[in-house]
Structure formats: C-alpha cells, structure tokens
C-alpha cells in the first residue's frame, strides 16, 4: 500500500490496513472464538482499538459503555441488540487465545512496515532499538510481578521488552518474574524474536546487557549489534584502527579504535573479538562503545548508539496518549492482549502523525475525530440521506 506523503493519508486508509479477511482467517486458524455466543475475538478486536483512541484512561466499564453505543456498532458493523457487561468483558479477556492477537499485529507489522519504512540517519542502516519499560500496580490485583526497591509499598510490576525497528515495534516480551529483573534475560529475547529478519538490521541497546556469552550468541548467530560498556569493563587488544582526524561525535571526542578480546571474570578471557570504540566527553567522562560491526567508521557507531533514545520517545508516547501506564486486565492474558492492541494502534497513528506531519498528541486527536466523521457519514447513508450535503 503506497502513499503519497503529499497528499496526507486518511483513518479510513489506515483500517483497510486490518481487513476482515485477516481476523476471520486468524479466528479459524486459533479458534479463539471455540464455544464463544457473544463476544469473538474480531468484537473484541475491534472494541479494544476503539476504546484505546476514545479513552485517556480506558477501563473495563468503560469498554462496556463503548460496546453498547451505537457509534461503536455503526463503525463496525455489529449488530445494534448485541449487548455486554464489564464482567462478561474481564472474563474473556482472562481466557482468550492471545495467539489470535499476537498473530494480528505480526501481520499489521508487515503492512505497515511497508507503507512507513525509512533508514535512519541517512545511514543506510536499518536500526532496531531494544529497551525495556516497567508499568506498576498494587499488588493484591496483578497476579504475578517483578518487586523494584521496597516491597513493603504494595507494589508489583511487569516489565515489558521492545524491539522498535525504525519506528515500528517489532518485537515485544511480557516479563513477570523476579528474575526478569535483569535486561541479560530480557532483551537478548526480545531480539532473537524479532519479526523482521533483514539481516541489515543493527540492534541497538544499552550497557545493561552485560552478558560476554550473549555478545558472542548475538554475532554468531550474524545479528548485528551496538551497545555500551561500562568504562571501567577489562578487555585484550588485539589491533589498532586509525582514527580520522574529525573525532568529534557531538560532544564526545574518540580515542581508540580497537580489535578486542573481553574479560568474563577474573582472569578468564571470551577468545571472540569485538570492536571497542573508546571516547570522553567535554567533563572528560569515559565512554566505551561495543560492536561487532569493523567496515564503518568509528563515529557512525557512535551515532548510532546515540539514536537508541528514540525508543524512550516511543515508551512516553504509549504510555501518555495511549493508557499504556494503566492495566484494564491484571492476569497475564488480558495483559498481553492489552499489549499487542496497543501496539498495533501505535502504529497506525505513528503511520498517521508522519504522513500528515503532526505531533503525537495531534495525532491521536486527529485520528479519533476522524473516527467520529466516519461514524457520521455511515449513519447518514444508512438513514438514506446525502452526507455531502452536511460535509462541505
């Protein structure tokens, strides 16, 4: 699906992106709707799109109101005696075949991977950040979580790892265990279970992947990767590349460009050579910089590693506009199906804030009036009236 940026691109082109072939297909193929009278995994497909982008913070009886009103039932087609209760929504959301969800937003990635794709930097590199968030809630309503700090404030939390590639998420994990705690179990994961397999891709993720052993799966398994280590990390060098005469990265200046062994422990050397780029900033603070990329230059990795707070962009993004901070399920199937639909709107309101050049919060805006004027214009027609004649 192609689109000219000139023209700007409308809602109702971006939901022909989830045609209804897709969950039909995807119904059958998961049977999420086995034994189901009422409420099939399209319905509920189709309600949790539309109460994410009516609501700031979206809750089971809002859902509710939002499946009885009518506005919700003519933009998608369902028929107006078909009723349900907050209880009756919490219920399916606890049972339903996340698969049936998971498998939709693989698919919308495809489509829309394809509609909104663009190297950064100008670069030719395909860069996928990996970063890792935490959502709270008291902890007599989740039923498992990560304890942070105290735990005698109440609180549990679940950890979510994402894989942006541009600027799409293209892999995601639900993390609930303690031991998840640690980023050498969580985003190793995430990035192995990337949709998109281009082997352009470059992983980029911070010092908190620490792992000698995960490095060397990561370069031989051909994922291409940059990270940071921390400046006190010991190491062998093998080589010296040549630094050019401009060493200048914004505010750091580089040093050393060099083949390296690591240190695992002690004295106990990983034998699989890595680049390490070494620089300082104006304070003279020390900066290591981690690849296994050596046909660059230097301060391209640099600049890349630089672009993986575009992710932290993403988070507040999701979390501010699209009630990603608030949990309307606290078991782990709810949670995930909460987490892949909003995924997939993120991605049809990122696809619409770039085509029609908008900030975020435009964006959801524009996109939920639009929403409305579509609504409108179908209860006229149904109504056997004109709606050019009150949309001029």
Not at 119 to 136: E, F, G, H, I
Request: aromatic share 12%.
């Amino acid at each position: 699906m192609g689109t000219d940026c000139k023209q700007g691109i409308k809602v109702q082109d971006l939901l022909k992106l989830i045609p209804d072939d897709l969950l039909a297909d995807l119904s059958s193929e998961t049977n999420v709707d086995y034994q189901v009278k009422k409420l099939y995994g399209r319905n509920v497909f189709s309600l949790l799109l539309f109460g994410l982008i009516e609501s700031d913070r979206l809750g089971l009886r809002s859902l509710e109101d939002f499946y009885n009103s009518t506005h919700y039932k003519v933009l998608f087609n369902i028929p107006n005696k078909n009723t349900t209760k907050y209880n009756s929504l919490s219920a399916r959301l606890a049972t339903m075949n996340v698969d049936f969800f998971r498998k939709a937003y693989e698919a919308i990635y495809e489509q829309c991977s394809q509609l909104y794709d663009e190297n950064d930097l100008a670069l030719n590199y395909k860069l996928s950040r990996v970063d890792s968030t935490m959502v709270c809630q008291t902890a007599a309503k989740l039923e498992n979580g990560i304890h942070v700090g105290c735990k005698k404030d109440g609180k549990k939390q679940i950890k979510y790892t994402v894989c942006l590639t541009d600027m799409f998420p293209s892999s995601v994990e639900v993390f609930n265990q303690q031991c998840h705690i640690s980023e050498n179990l969580t985003i190793p994961k995430a990035i192995f279970r990337v949709i998109d397999k281009n082997k352009d891709n470059v992983f980029v993720f911070d010092r908190g992947v620490s792992d000698r052993q995960t490095f060397c799966k990561l370069d031989q398994e051909e994922y291409t990767f940059v990270t940071r280590l921390k400046s006190d990390a010991r190491f062998i060098a093998l080589e010296d590349f040549e630094i050019s005469q401009d060493q200048k990265v914004r505010n750091l200046t580089i040093l050393k460009d060099q083949r390296v062994y690591l240190y695992k422990s002690g004295t106990s050397v990983v034998e699989h050579s890595f680049r390490l780029v070494q620089a300082i900033n104006d304070k003279g603070y020390p900066y290591f910089f981690l690849t296994n990329m050596f046909s660059i230059p230097a301060k391209d990795i640099i600049t890349i590693y630089k672009s993986r707070w575009d992710i932290e962009v993403f988070f507040r993004f999701i979390k501010q506009e699209l009630n990603f901070s608030h949990f309307i399920s606290v078991n782990e199937n709810g949670i995930k199906i909460l987490l892949y639909m909003t995924l997939i709107l993120s991605m049809l309101i990122l696809i619409y804030k770039k085509i029609n050049g908008l900030g975020y919060k435009t964006a959801k805006r524009r996109f939920m009036i639009e929403m409305w004027d579509i609504i409108a214009i179908i209860m006229i027609k149904h109504s056997g009236g004109d709606p050019s004649l009150v949309f001029r």
